[in-house]
């Protein structure tokens, strides 16, 4: 075997907080995650050439791309030789800058592809560290499912499966820096924090009514003024009865979760005549 293909799943944060910045100028986080079915599509292939060659459709497939940077960790840290070429091909769906981390959703599935390809043997822990070294959220993306996020978001701890909610998924058309987010915030200043043992609890129970009553982004208080849409959507969103609804990572995206199919549905199309980033999906 010398091609495979592999889906790369979109996350959302169920809750996301940050709880304190480090020494290092990162910052603690604590985050709920949460895979859905909306995803690109990553294909590796060994090939007789030389080097690494990735197209990504619009995202530049040079040395800044996650995909390369895992291709070149895995070589790195496994000690497998590359006795030719690698082509990485992505079809994207999930957009860019949108806080549902597709780039690393991309790396994680190369690095994954490459395992299978190359070092079926090796350890998922140590293909999560692998991960770590290429960007924070890339383990999660690895685990995926539901899992709760630690440190910079390295630290993963699988939970128990989140009920199967239904997700409209509406992404405006701006995007946010997620550095000059981290910039505005001041946690000492934070107000309207997740209550993450509280959505940790819900889960355990398999308590629907619990998680949706603990969406929350701690995010959303520093947004600066010029990204009031993200609570217009929110509103709309709510107004098509979306039992929840909040930004995913450092935004924009906007999501609502639903358990009623029809519902999702008719937010869905009501949305998407507003925005064209917007999509129907669920929890994987």
């Known amino acids: 075997m010398n091609r495979i293909t592999l889906p790369a799943h979109a996350k959302l944060n169920l809750t996301l907080d940050i709880l304190r910045r480090r020494p290092d100028g990162y910052h603690d986080l604590q985050m709920v995650m949460q895979s859905v079915e909306l995803h690109d599509d990553v294909k590796v292939t060994l090939t007789d050439g030389e080097g690494i060659v990735c197209r990504c459709g619009p995202i530049p497939g040079d040395e800044s791309n996650l995909c390369v940077k895992a291709a070149r960790a895995f070589f790195a840290q496994t000690g497998v030789v590359q006795g030719g070429g690698l082509a990485i091909d992505v079809v994207k769906r999930i957009p860019v800058q949108a806080g549902m981390a597709g780039g690393s959703s ?157 519902e999702a549905k008719r937010a869905f199309r009501a949305l998407r005549r507003e925005y064209s980033k917007t999509f129907l999906t669920r929890f994987v």
């Open 106 to 262: 991309d790396a994680a599935a190369t690095l994954r592809a490459l395992r299978k390809l190359l070092k079926p043997e090796l350890l998922g822990e140590e293909l999560e560290r692998i991960g770590a070294a290429v960007g924070s959220d890339v383990p999660y993306c690895l685990r995926g499912g539901t899992a709760l996020a630690e440190g910079r978001g390295e630290r993963i701890t699988t939970l128990r499966a989140a009920p199967p909610f239904q997700v409209v998924l509406c992404k405006p058309d701006f995007d946010i820096s997620t550095p000059a987010l981290f910039a505005r915030v001041h946690v000492s200043e934070l107000w309207s924090r997740p209550d993450t043992s509280g959505m940790l609890a819900a889960l355990h129970r398999g308590d629907a009514d619990g998680v949706l009553a603990r969406v929350k982004n701690v995010f959303e208080n520093v947004l600066p003024p010029e990204c009031v849409e993200v609570f217009e959507i929110k509103k709309k969103l709510h107004d098509l009865h979306a039992e929840a609804c909040a930004m995913t990572g450092s935004g924009p995206t906007v999501f609502g979760l639903f358990r009623d199919e029809a």
